[in-house]
């Protein structure tokens, strides 16, 4: 089970905010990963503001790039506002990309 989360976790890494150069993950628009039945996955993400030009398309690249793992055949993603995602939720990686 660790192993698959460690892939869904490498899928999303693949995507990034088009306005900054770092990956969601490290932005820390993940906000929970669950793994259900050893198949179906279940994401809580969110997105730097409601009014992101990528509403529509970030989540559903989320979606596609863990659905493209042969161990999962589903996945809920739920796009949640609460918490407000802020510059703490990022990695010191991320950080340090962005000189914060």
């Known amino acids: 089970m660790n192993n698959l989360k460690e892939k ?14 770092v990956n969601i993950y490290e932005l820390g628009l993940i906000y929970n990963i669950e793994i259900i039945d050893g198949q179906k996955v279940v994401i809580d993400m969110t997105l730097t503001t409601p009014n992101c030009p990528v509403a529509d398309s970030l989540p559903k690249m989320v979606k596609n790039n863990i659905l ?5 055949n589903d996945v809920d ?16 990686a991320a950080k340090l990309e962005l000189n914060l």
């Open 77 to 92: 993603l739920k796009l949640v506002w609460d918490p407000p995602w802020t510059k703490d939720k990022m990695s010191e």
């Open 8 to 21: 869904i976790i490498a899928e999303i890494k693949k995507i990034y905010d088009p306005e900054i150069p």
């Open 68 to 72: 493209s793992l042969e161990e999962v």
